[in-house]
Each structure stands twice: as C-alpha cells, then as structure tokens.
Nanobody, 120 residues
Framework: EVQLVESGGGLVQAGGSLRLSCAAS????????IGWFRQAPGKEREGISC???????YYGDFEKGRFTTSSDNAKNTVYLQMNSLKPEDTAVYLC??????????????WGQGTQVTVSS
C-alpha cells in the first residue's frame, strides 16, 4: 500500500520560506503522480500542483511564482518550496498520490498533512 508522509511545516513570519516534503513509499510501478493541496479552516481544499514521475509539473489555477514543486526520484520524495509566505497561506498542507503516468486530478492515497502557520 502506498504511504505518504509530509514534513517541513511549522510557524514562519510573513515573507519567510518553508520547504515541505512528501515522502512516498509502496509504489508498485514506476508510474506515479503526486499532488500538493492545502486546506485552511473553513475553506475548501485547494489544489496547488501535480508532479508526475516523468518530471512534468502542473499548477492548474493555482498562482505560480511563489510555490515550486520538485522531486528527488531516488528518494521517492516530492518537495513544495514556498517563498514570500503570506498569512493567508496558513493551512494544512497535504500530498496525495496515484499510480498514473500523467496528472489526472484523481488520487487514491493521501498523507496526514503538515500545518503551516504564517504570522503577520
């Protein structure tokens, strides 16, 4: 079974940076996609990005520029680099995975999430 473990969250001042990690294990093939999401209290879950095992990255409607997704395939880990953080970025950040070759918007596995709090 695929397992995902997020880490790297914490408290940061506005303007600061954090790098979140999503360590994946249990993939049964070389094809996978991992997405980053966030959910703030009282708000709907928001998709941030999707990265596929071939290295393609999609950001959809999410604002690009401040957040960057990358991976270390040797470590089965996907990263979310967040810069110029704002208080409105405060949320639980989650990663999700599926064993598809391309990002489809559908995920079968979810991590527990890591809290990011940005103080003003």
């Amino acid at each position: 079974e695929v397992q995902l473990v997020e880490s790297g969250g914490g408290l940061v001042q506005a303007g600061g940076s954090l790098r979140l990690s999503c360590a994946a294990s249990g993939f049964t093939s070389d094809d996978w996609t991992i997405g980053w999401f966030r959910q703030a209290p009282g708000k709907e879950r928001e998709g941030i990005s999707c990265l596929s095992s071939d290295g393609s990255t999609y950001y959809g409607d999410f604002e690009k520029g401040r957040f960057t997704t990358s991976s270390d395939n040797a470590k089965n880990t996907v990263y979310l680099q967040m810069n110029s953080l704002k208080p409105e970025d405060t949320a639980v950040y989650l990663c999700a995975a599926a064993q598809y070759r391309y990002c489809s918007g559908f995920y079968d596995y979810w991590g527990q999430g890591t809290q990011v709090t940005v103080s003003s």
